[in-house]
Structure formats: structure tokens, C-alpha cells
């Protein structure tokens, strides 16, 4: 095999090159070779060629082999250097190899030149590898130095009885106590006493096994700051070895290590928590078995100590709990059941993404969880939220007998799981959704076909590539087809459109798609057998993403009934026409937007329109004066509502009277209306009539009332009087009586002659009342009216200093019989006066107020008062007196109502005892002239 090698020729000679290169070819060692006769060439050629070799003339004009030799040791290259000569005396040996050439050769010898430089090579090679691995030993002894010393390993070496003889310094960075410490301790004191045992077995292990290592050997021993450090060390029993002697313990602090291992296992268990939970939520069919299974791969994959899922009930912070796994009843319980800290921790979930306590017993909501989790032996708690559509719904708790035990990678896949059920929650809900949907879809379309059957509606699409078309069942059905035969051709359809409108319907589809605009058209078909059905067919394209026509859509409407109809209408219509034009009420109809359609001409005599100047316009812009009336209302309730409206309206611009009934339609609305101004007059007569005569019946009613009462009342006190007279009539006759009796029976017949005569005295007064009533009526001032009563009854006004007061500036005159009212305020005023209370000045309040078109007379006094619950029916009556310590008659206050029922007005008591009585007088504007101010 040949092999490359790059050679610095030292010499002059271009012959000697060339055996030089010739012999080495020979050996197939393929030369490179660069030439250098000076100095300078030579230091050039082994900077920059980087030789393997040096091969040297032994005498050369400007460079000798020393220099040579020179200039690499100060260039720190160690590479072979054969020297060739003419030839070699012993000196010149001497020479060479104490100035350190490898080798020399004379020009005789150049067969021997391949052989000498492949000997000198691999002694170079062997060289230095001796110098690599010599570099390599020392090396590898500072450096075990450099680690025992200064090692985060320490180094403990032990007698016989296991007593420590060298401690290296390294133990500190362990243990913490120092080298010193160390050799005076009982190293194994420091155990943790749970690791005793384990530690016995491998120091038997080591003393039964003089030079084995054995390795592995983790335990716990105490820190000199009191903690618990876990411990790695490898034991080899050197107690044979003289150098040693002993037993070598080489540990480190593996804490860290130990620590992440639980934590990989933790996190490995995480893992296989989430896998499982994610394997759940793709084979889950609902939410409830999604959480069962994960509370339970939460305990039995993820080795929490317990897991449970609660929902919220609504907006409240009411929890249910939906699934648990070995959790504690009684705590799982007053868990759910805290509705404040519930509260607190949905609202926590509010603003962050979990809630977590890695010391539970320490650090919770509240005292009493802090007290749960201590009976129950929860260390460590996560709160995890349940969405769903993005709202918290519930909530995902895992619990920990460990403390610490939830760390930044733990909760960031737990969130993930978390993130799962909501997503799974979504799907459902989706899912549900779907469901629902899908099933009111079928619904529609059962609801759409059902629709297109009744309304003979049907659809159809057109693939315009593929020339085939669908047709809904409904469409079938209009072309007289099976509901199942949908797929059709172009062809198919063109054959069944009737032969006069076969151009028309074409070049409406073609039409369609040159302008690509929706279009609508009528046309007939005939079905198969022989049936002529009129459609109405509206149509359009829907395009591609490129904008190209790919399908020509449409619906039909059977309007066959509707076209039959229409004709029958028409016809219907004239006959209509006829009817309405020769009816004697007037007509006219509108449709739904008010626009006259239709008016006869006894609308045009009552209206005073014709039917050239309204029809075709605005019922409201024709007759702007009926805009929000009675009528205007009425026909939009006709319209909206659907419902006949018959009413009566007065028609100002012309004055008459109309009885209207609108009839509403689909259409619109038709009215019918006729003049009846002459009833109305007639009625408005017949009520002015009954009016009168109820008036009359009324007044009729009290009078008979008050004849009654009054010829009741005569009877009486004239029938006592007379029958007294008779009496003592019939005892003055017989002669058995001493005259001094008899003196007093005709004294007795004196008294009740007066009696009678003091009745047909009253009667004569009433009756004059009656009379008067005709007497001329004139404006009082009733100001003036109380001063004449004032100035009649001075006497008795001064002597019990009664105090009138008097107030008619609201209403200062009236239009009346001055005698009556005079009598009426004189009665009420003297009777006011009569009945005071004993220890009080009278004190009378008269004024005049207006109420409803109605003038109030109000006479107000502070007087005895009268029990009306007692004699309330009989304060009016004819002789009726209440108070017999005062003298009368009991014929005032029957005159004061006659008077003013004779005026036309009413009068009303009001009273109470010892607080006064008001009377009022009521005197309406149709009875009397009112001056208010």
C-alpha cells in the first residue's frame, strides 16, 4: 500500500533530489518533497510545509545540520532527521548523534534510505506515545491529587475496627465537620437510624471482599447544621494492600440527586397521569365518566391521596360534588358545604389560573380547612378550574399527604389536565349541540318538505358541469313524478314545459346565466298525463371561487289553484262590480297601503268625490281632516288585528252622520258606510225628550214623596186636635158636670181649635212657598243678602255675641229668587243661634265655592251638633225637632229644603256633636247664573 510523506530536502544538489525521490518510489512511499539550500528557505519550508522528515546533505554552504537541528527544537517540532554523506567516519558519527540525528546513510547506500526513514518514523511514533502516556500518568496523578484534596467527594480512610485513620479535606464540602472532627468521631453515629441496618449489611459485604469496590451503597447521615443529607459511597476493603492499610470510603452529598429522582418519579407519574386522563377524554362518552376516571387515575396513576370534581350550582357558590376518589366523607363534606370559603376560592380562580398550598395545615382558605386537612392528613392541596365556553363551572381538587409537593413543571400539567376536561366539557357540550341541532334540522327539513307540500312549493338544483338536476319531493309531485325519482336532466325538465312557452322559458334561463341576476318567470308544464299545471319559477346562479356559474338553483309554486281562482275572481269581479254600483250603500276598498282601489258612486254622492279623483290615491292624502279620528283608528285595528270594525262617525266638513263597517282582507280592507244624520237628529230629539221626562218623573217621584209625607203629617196633627174637640164636645153636652169642669173642657176645645188653626196656618205657608216659585229671579249679592239677616236678627246676634263670618270671594253672586235664598240663609243662621253650646259663642262661617260647574253654599257653625247615625233620615222632615229645650216647631229646616229644591238645587248636612253642623248648598249652573270672580 502506498503512503504518502512530506519530506524538507536540505542540499544543493538536484541530482542527489532526484535519487533521494526515486528510492522512496521505489519503497512506494510517495514523497512530497520541498528543497531548501539557505537559511531562510529552510526556516520558510518547515513553518509553512509542515514536513514529516528531514532529510540533509552532511555539508552545506549556508546552513549547517546543527543549525538545522537548531531550528527545530527552538520552533518546538519533533520530526525525524537523517543525515546523507559521501561518507561517515567515526567522528563524524559521534558528531551527528550527539547534536541529536536519528540517523545517516551514505550515497552508496541510498537502497537503504526507504528502510532507514520508515525505522525512523516509527521510533518517533513509539516516542511518542511514551511522552503522551508519561504526559497522561503525570497528568492523571495531579489531578487525582487536585480531586481528593479539593473534590466535592470525600475520602475517608478506616483501620480495621473501623475507626477512621485519614479524612480528606473534601469532607467538609459534605458533612460540614472538618478532617479533624472527622478522625475524632464515631463516623457511624451520624447515620439516620432507619439506614443502620442497610449500612451493617455493607460493611460485611466489604470485609468479606478484601479488594472488591462496592459501589451504591445511599443512606442518610447528619449534617453538622442538623439536616438530613442523603449519601453515595463506594467502600473497597484495602486493609491487604501495605500502601493503604486500610479500609477506603470514597462518598459525596447526593441530595440533590436523590431529591430529583423523587421528582422525576413525581413528574414520571404526572406523565403517566396526563397520558391516561388524555386516553380518557378521547374514549370518554360523557362528563360523568370523564370524572370518574380521572379522579381515579389522579389516585391510582398519580398517587395524590385523594381527588374529587364539584360544579357550581349556577352563579351560586353552592358546590355538588360530581365524583370522588378516596376522599375523607366527613371532610369531602364541609368542603363542599363551605359556601364562604367557596366564595373566596372562586373568586381566586377568577383572577388566577389555579390555587395551590404546598402546607395546608398552614397556609388554606381558612382556620376550619386548615383544620380538615390536619385530621385528615392532607399536606398539600391544589384547586385546578373547571369551563366550560370559557366560564368556570367548577372545580378539580387533588390533595397530598406530602408537603412541597407541587412545584412549577407539576402544576403546569396538571393545568393541562385541567385544560382537558374543560376542552372535553366544550366537545360535549358541542356535541349536545350538535345533536340538537342535527335533530332540529331534521325537523326543519321534515317541517320544509311538510311546508312545500302544503303550499305546493318545490325546489330544484341544476349542475350546470355535470348537466344533471335535483329535485325536491315537492317538485316531483307538481310534475306528476314518483316523490323518490329527484335525479332529472336538462332535457327531462325542457320536456315537460308546454310547447308555447318552450322559447321563453330558455331564453329566461339563458338570460340568467349571460347576466348572471336572479330572475323570475310564469310558464306551463304538462304532466305525463296530459294535466296543463301553471308555475311560477323563480331562479339564480351560485358561482365558484373563481366566479364561474357551476349551479343554477331554483323554486317553483304551483299556481294552478291560484290561476283558476284569479280567473274566477275575475269574472267574480264584474259581477261585483255590477252589485256594488246598484247597492244603496256607499262602497269603497283599499288595499293593505291605503290606496283607494275601488269607490261606487253613492260614495261619490255622499263623500262628494269622484271616483277619477280618488282612486289610485291615498285614502289619507285624499281626506287629511279624518287623519288620527275614530275612523283612522279603527281601520288600522281592522287591518292589524284582523277583526270587523262597525262604528258611527261625524263627518265635521260636511256635518253628517255615517254608519261605517270595514271589512278586513288579505288585500286590504273594504267599507261600507251609509248617511245617517236624519236618526241621529232623531235620536239626539227622542234623548232630549227622555231626558225631560225623566227630569219630570224625578221630580214628580220627590213630590209625591213629599205629599205623602205631608198628608201623612196633616193627618196627623190635624186628626189629634179634632178628635180632642170631639171629645170634650160630646162631655160639654152632658149635663152631669159642675160648670167649672165644663169651663175647662170648652178651654180645652179653645186649645185644640188653636192647634188646628196654627196647622192650616203652616199649610198655607207651605203652599204659598210652592206658589211663589214663578216669581221673577234676579242677581243677588250675597254679601248684601247676609247683612239684611245680620241687620233681622241684630237683637238676638248682639245679646249672645254671635260672630258671622262671611266669605264669597270665589263666587259673589247668583242668579235666583231673592225671598227664597233669603229664608234659607235666615233659617240656617237662626237655627245655628238657637242650637249653640251652652258656654260658647256662636260662631257661624258662611262662603261660596265652585266644584264641577256647581256653586257650593257652605253654612258652617260651632254648635250643639246632631247624631246622624240617629236622626240623619229625619232632620228635614215636617215638624222634626231634636232639642226641645229650645222653643219651635220643627217647619224650619223642612222649608230651607223645600226653598232650595224649589230653586233647583240640593242641600247636604254634615254634623257631629258638640263640634257643629255644616249645611251645603249645591246649586248647578243649569239651574241658576253663576258670577264667579
Not at 485513620?165 to 475524632?184: F, H, Q, R
Not at 240623619?872 to 215638624?879: A, C, H, K, M, S
Amino acid at each position: 500500500m502506498s503512503t504518502g510523506i512530506k519530506i524538507v530536502y536540505l542540499g544543493v544538489s538536484q541530482d542527489q533530489t532526484d535519487a533521494v525521490r526515486q528510492a522512496l518510489y521505489k519503497a512506494q512511499l510517495l514523497p512530497e518533497i520541498r528543497v531548501a539550500d539557505t537559511y531562510e528557505q529552510f526556516l520558510t519550508a518547515v513553518s509553512e510545509f509542515s514536513p514529516d522528515l528531514i532529510l540533509s546533505e552532511y555539508r552545506l554552504p549556508d546552513i549547517s545540520c546543527s543549525q538545522a537541528m537548531e531550528i527545530l527544537r527552538e520552533s518546538g517540532i519533533t520530526i525525524p532527521f537523517i543525515v546523507i554523506s559521501d561518507t561517515i567516519s567515526e567522528a563524524m558519527s559521534e558528531e551527528l548523534l550527539r547534536i541529536g540525528i536519528d540517523d545517516y546513510i551514505t550515497k552508496a547506500e541510498m537502497s537503504r534510505l526507504a528502510f532507514a526513514v520508515c525505522k525512523t518514523q516509527e521510533k518517533y511514533q513509539v516516542k511518542q506515545e511514551q511522552q503522551a502516556l508519561l504526559r497522561q500518568l503525570t497528568d492523571s496523578e495531579k489531578r487525582f491529587r487536585t480531586l481528593v484534596e479539593n473534590s466535592s467527594d470525600a475520602v475517608v480512610v478506616l483501620n480495621a475496627e473501623a475507626q477512621p485513620i485519614y479524612v480528606s479535606p473534601a469532607v467538609k464540602n459534605v458533612l460540614g465537620y472538618t478532617a479533624d472532627e472527622v478522625l475524632a468521631m464515631n463516623i457511624f453515629s451520624k447515620a439516620h437510624p432507619d439506614d443502620t441496618s442497610g449500612l451493617a449489611e455493607t460493611m460485611m459485604k466489604v470485609f468479606a471482599n478484601p479488594g472488591v469496590a462496592i459501589p451504591g451503597h445511599t443512606g442518610r447521615m447528619l449534617h453538622k447544621d442538623g439536616t438530613w443529607r442523603w449519601i453515595e459511597a463506594t467502600v473497597t476493603n484495602l486493609l491487604h494492600e501495605p500502601g493503604v492499610n486500610g479500609i477506603v470510603d470514597n462518598f459525596r452529598d447526593v441530595t440533590k440527586q436523590k431529591l430529583g429522582e423523587e421528582k422525576i418519579l413525581q413528574l414520571n407519574k404526572l406523565y403517566a397521569f396526563l397520558s391516561e386522563v388524555n386516553h380518557t377524554l378521547v374514549h370518554a362518552a360523557d362528563s360523568r365518566t370523564v370524572f370518574r376516571e380521572v379522579c381515579r387515575i389522579a389516585c391510582e396513576v398519580g398517587q395524590f391521596q385523594g381527588a374529587w370534581i364539584g360544579m357550581f350550582a349556577g352563579d351560586s357558590n353552592k358546590v355538588a360534588v360530581e365524583e370522588q376518589q378516596n376522599m375523607n366523607a366527613e371532610f369531602l363534606s364541609a368542603f363542599a358545604n363551605a359556601t364562604e370559603e367557596q366564595a373566596q376560592l372562586r373568586e381566586a380562580l377568577n383572577v388566577h389560573p389555579y390555587y395551590v398550598t404546598n402546607n395546608a395545615q398552614e397556609d388554606f382558605i381558612s382556620g376550619h380547612w386548615k383544620a380538615l386537612a390536619a385530621s385528615s392528613g392532607y399536606r398539600s392541596c391544589m384547586v385546578l378550574p373547571i369551563k366550560r365556553s370559557g366560564k368556570i363551572v367548577g372545580t378539580f381538587n387533588l390533595y397530598a399527604s406530602q408537603a412541597d409537593i407541587f412545584t412549577t413543571a407539576e402544576i403546569s400539567l396538571l393545568e393541562e389536565a385541567a385544560m382537558g376536561i374543560s376542552f372535553a366539557l366544550d366537545v360535549f357540550e358541542k356535541e349536545r349541540q350538535k345533536v340538537i341541532a342535527d335533530q332540529q334540522l331534521q325537523h326543519k327539513e321534515r317541517r320544509l318538505s311538510q311546508a312545500q307540500a302544503i303550499a305546493h312549493l318545490g325546489s330544484w338544483e341544476t349542475d350546470l358541469v355535470k348537466n344533471t338536476s335535483i329535485w325536491s319531493d315537492e317538485t316531483c309531485r307538481i310534475y306528476g313524478l314518483p316523490e323518490n325519482n329527484n335525479m332529472q336532466s336538462l332535457e327531462s325538465w325542457l320536456s315537460f314545459v308546454h310547447p308555447d312557452d318552450l322559447e321563453y322559458v330558455v331564453q329566461s334561463n339563458r338570460r340568467v346565466l349571460e347576466t348572471m341576476q336572479p330572475a323570475d318567470y310564469y310558464h306551463r308544464i304538462i304532466r305525463k298525463d296530459g294535466q296543463i299545471r301553471h308555475l311560477y319559477v323563480q331562479t339564480h346562479i351560485e358561482l365558484n371561487s373563481l366566479g364561474q356559474p357551476v349551479t343554477l338553483c331554483g323554486v317553483l309554486h304551483d299556481v294552478t289553484d291560484k290561476k283558476l281562482a284569479d280567473e274566477r275572481i275575475i269574472s267574480a269581479l264584474e259581477e261585483r262590480n255590477v252589485i256594488l254600483e246598484s247597492i244603496g250603500d256607499g262602497f269603497y276598498a283599499l288595499d293593505r297601503n291605503w290606496t283607494v282601489t275601488y269607490w261606487n258612486k253613492k260614495a261619490e254622492v255622499l263623500l262628494h268625490r269622484s271616483k277619477e279623483s280618488v282612486e289610485g290615491h291615498s285614502l289619507w292624502t285624499m281626506f287629511p281632516d279624518v287623519v288620527n279620528t275614530d275612523i283612522y283608528y279603527a281601520y288600522h285595528v281592522a287591518v292589524e288585528l284582523d277583526v270587523i270594525q262597525q262604528f258611527e262617525f261625524f263627518y265635521e266638513s260636511d256635518n253628517n252622520w255615517f254608519e261605517i263597517t270595514a271589512y278586513p282582507s288579505a288585500n286590504g280592507l273594504s267599507v261600507y258606510f251609509h248617511d245617517i244624520t236624519s236618526r241621529k237628529k232623531s235620536q239626539a230629539q227622542l234623548r232630549e225628550l227622555n231626558e225631560s221626562l225623566r227630569n219630570y218623573a224625578s221630580e214628580l217621584i220627590e213630590s209625591n214623596q213629599g205629599l205623602d209625607q205631608f198628608a201623612y203629617v196633616v193627618s196627623h196633627n190635624l186628626r189629634a186636635p179634632v178628635a180632642n174637640i170631639i171629645g170634650l164636645g160630646e162631655l160639654v153636652a152632658q149635663d152631669t158636670y159642675p160648670s167649672h169642669i165644663r169651663d175647662e173642657f170648652i178651654n180645652g176645645i179653645l186649645v185644640n181649635v188653636k192647634r188646628i188653626d196654627d196647622v192650616i196656618s203652616d199649610l198655607n205657608t207651605i203652599l204659598r212657598i210652592k206658589q211663589e216659585v214663578s216669581e221673577n229671579r234676579e242677581m243677588i249679592n250675597l254679601q248684601h243678602l247676609v247683612d239684611n239677616v245680620r241687620s233681622s236678627l241684630v237683637g238676638i246676634i248682639d245679646k249672645e255675641q254671635v260672630d258671622i263670618q262671611a266669605d264669597f270671594s270665589v263666587v259673589p253672586e247668583l242668579f235666583t229668587l231673592k225671598s227664597y235664598l233669603y229664608n234659607i240663609f235666615y233659617n240656617l243662621i237662626i237655627n245655628s243661634i238657637k242650637y249653640r253650646r251652652p258656654n260658647h259663642s256662636p260662631v257661624i262661617y258662611i262662603s261660596s265655592s265652585v266644584h264641577e260647574d256647581c256653586v257650593i253654599i257652605s253654612i258652617r257653625d260651632n254648635g250643639m251638633g246632631i247624631d246622624l247615625a240617629k236622626r240623619g233620615t229625619e232632620i228635614f222632615g215636617l215638624y222634626k225637632r231634636f232639642h226641645q229645650h229650645v222653643e219651635g216647631k220643627g217647619l224650619g229646616l223642612f222649608m230651607v229644603k223645600t226653598q232650595v229644591e224649589m230653586l233647583g238645587g240640593k242641600i247636604y248636612v254634615n254634623s257631629n256633636i258638640n263640634e257643629g253642623t255644616e249645611f251645603r248648598i249645591e246649586f248647578c249652573s243649569d239651574v241658576c247664573q253663576i258670577t264667579p270672580v
